[in-house]
């Protein structure tokens, strides 16, 4: 793990990894490219061998486009390098696939995506590799589990829909003496809120779709960790073929230089709409990480730098009222991603844990009446009003 630079994460995010072209552009081009030239073939065979860093073939990330978005989500996650992808769960796949075997294990914490679910629950063991989920609440029960064959720990923190923190020091720490990897998907922090890496995670993978692209136009994946685990991942990201493209890789590093100032506005915006929904007579619960207290207010100040965009509340409310408070919302649009300059909202049930049985979301705390809200950058009086609104009929 590199240490930090001497600067602030809004200047790393404007100035890392750019790289100026002859012709003075300001940020780095975009080079839509599969293939680069070389002057020799002992110029190229350092390239190919691994001598000298290079461009090649834009399949293998060697494009200069790539290679610079590359660089500065390495820097921004604190990272040695990193690898960028055409989807957030490209770079799981390749994770999972790079770093376990048939008979290997990997071990799941908490809530996480339902695509993360259905890859270790459904397509990994195919291969012969196997999960075991533990909920939120066993997660103390992570040592009994890890077994001589555990490969990975993976989980989400803070975790979707329930915006459960989960320690990353511990779990790391438990991990290692079991001879396992933990991977934190770092997607609803960002590195902005939060760097895994710094708290002992070995690698931190990143649906860039959400706030690292932050404007809901385009779908990237990103691998940020030591070059040794990123190697066998970048072999499968090349013969998977699912390296992001030039032009999306243009796009996120646009996207990135305003990371730090989208975020903090988001942060500062969720915490008032949270506080609102905190008094409001209909809320029963708000889970957001920046109004957490105890145990997990401590977790949060010692992991977390802001509370992030998403928040969570559950009403007194049958699953149809809920429905209809949701249908009744004007700024916040109902779509199920997160992350963008614009507030969505949605029913889990309906959504992300459409799939899961009744019984099961019941013991992860899933109610019908849970909504989720992605603030995005509009006014916290706008969409405080947009929701006392919306809350206002039975
Ligand atoms: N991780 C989290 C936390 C997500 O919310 C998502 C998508 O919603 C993913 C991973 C998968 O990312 P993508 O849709 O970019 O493949």
């Not at 350092?46 to 860093?53: F, Q």
């Not at 390296?243 to 988001?266: D, G, K, M, Y």
Request: net charge negative; charged share 20%.
């Amino acid at each position: 793990m590199t240490e930090p630079t001497e600067q602030g994460l809004s200047t790393r995010s404007v100035h890392s990894g750019e790289r100026r072209d002859p012709e003075g552009a300001i940020h780095t081009p975009l080079y839509t490219h599969s293939t680069f030239a070389f002057g020799s073939t002992a110029d190229l065979l350092d390239v190919v061998e691994g001598r000298k860093p290079g461009n090649l073939y834009t399949r293998y990330g060697l494009n200069p486009t790539i290679r610079s978005l590359e660089s500065k989500l390495a820097d921004l996650e604190g990272g040695e390098q990193a690898l960028a992808f055409s989807s957030g769960m490209a770079a799981e796949a390749a994770t999972f696939l790079a770093h376990t075997r048939t008979g290997e294990h990997i071990v799941c914490i908490g809530d996480v995506y339902g695509g993360t679910f259905e890859l270790l629950g459904d397509n990994l063991p195919q291969l012969g590799i196997t999960t075991t989920f533990l909920r939120a609440d066993e997660v103390h029960r992570l040592p009994d589990v890890l077994s001589g064959s555990t490969r990975i720990v993976f989980f989400e923190t803070p975790s979707n829909p329930t915006l459960d923190i989960f320690d990353i020091a511990t779990i790391s720490g438990q991990a290692r003496a079991s001879g396992a990897l933990t991977v934190v998907d770092n997607t609803f922090a960002t590195p902005v809120n939060q760097n895994p890496l710094r708290h002992g995670a070995d690698l931190v993978v990143h649906s860039a779709t959400k706030y690292l692209g932050g404007h809901s136009d385009l779908t990237a994946g990103a691998l940020i960790g030591p070059a040794d685990l990123l190697g066998p991942v970048a072999m499968w990201r090349k013969n998977l073929g699912q390296v992001i493209s030039p032009e999306t890789a243009s796009l996120l590093a646009r996207s990135l230089r305003s990371l730090p100032v989208r975020v903090r506005a988001q942060n500062d915006t969720a915490t008032a709409v949270a506080s609102f929904l905190t008094t409001h007579p209909r809320v029963t619960r708000v889970n957001y990480p920046g109004l957490a207290t105890g145990e997990a207010k401590q977790l949060v100040d010692a992991q977390m730098r802001g509370g992030g965009g998403m928040l969570s509340v559950v009403l007194d409310a049958t699953g149809e009222q809920t429905a209809a408070v949701v249908d009744r919302l004007r700024l916040f649009s109902i779509a199920p991603s997160l992350g963008g300059v614009e507030s969505l909202v949605t029913q889990p049930i309906t959504t992300t844990h459409h799939g899961l049985a009744p019984d099961e979301r019941a013991k992860r705390g899933i109610a019908d009446s849970m909504i989720r809200l992605s603030v995005g950058l509009e006014d916290a009086d706008d969409l405080i009003g947009d929701l006392a609104q919306a809350l206002a009929t039975p």
